[in-house]
């Protein structure tokens, strides 16, 4: 359930669905990987399968470690999120998030690079972390997080105050995710240099 929950708490965010749940694409044994996938020895892979010349449909699998979805049982960040878990909680929502961007532009016919993937994954892993902490510690603002997750990144000093002030309230904040998530990654890119 935890990755249902990962996928709705995005999904939420940004306002956008699928017709599909992630479990159903979710890969724990690589032997049932295609054979290239079958020696990686990273802890979540999302596989995509580039379609036939003329065919709708997208062929992907989601694959986590066992024993990262033991560890997140055990553990489960959206119970209490701390730093002994905040790495296994990063890599499941890395998942969710590739599974839940690439499944949305697809049923909108929109490419997507694996760059952009990555720089949604990254957006939405603060985003996320950001608003479980703030559910957990209300009356904490998770200074910490810009460091532990991006710790050479520096971030828009406005957007900083903005969630000082209650991110998940302001539904300007949540109009601009939402329409960040929708752009293209051309437009993205130049959105991020503008801010610089």
């Known amino acids: 359930m935890l990755l249902s929950r990962l996928q709705s708490l995005i999904g939420g965010i940004y306002d956008v669905s ?6 159903d694409f979710l890969v ?10 079958r020696t990686g020895t990273a802890e979540e892979e999302l596989i995509v399968a580039q379609p036939a010349a003329g065919a709708d449909e997208l062929a992907l ?3 986590l470690d066992p024993a990262l979805l033991t560890r997140l049982a055990r553990e489960n960040p959206l119970e209490r999120l701390h730093a002994g878990n905040v790495a296994d909680w ?32 990254e957006v939405d892993k603060y985003v996320a972390s950001y608003w479980l902490l703030r559910r957990q510690l209300p009356q904490h603002f998770p200074a910490e997080l810009r460091r532990v997750l991006f710790t050479r990144t520096r971030i828009d000093p406005r957007a ?14 949540l ?5 960040f998530y929708r752009l293209t990654h051309a437009r993205k890119r130049a959105l991020i240099e503008e801010i610089r």
């Open 28 to 37: 724990t044994d690589r032997r049932w990987l295609p054979p290239a996938a």
């Open 175 to 179: 109009a601009e995710l939402r329409r």
């Open 90 to 121: 990063c890599t499941a929502l890395e998942g969710v998030s590739h599974f839940l961007y690439l499944a949305w532009n697809a049923g909108h016919d929109k490419p997507v690079s694996l760059l952009e993937l990555e720089m949604q994954a």
């Open 61 to 63: 699998s989601l694959y």
């Open 160 to 173: 900083a105050a903005a969630g000082r002030a209650g991110l998940y309230r302001d539904e300007a904040v």
């Open 18 to 23: 699928i017709a599909h749940d992630v479990y």
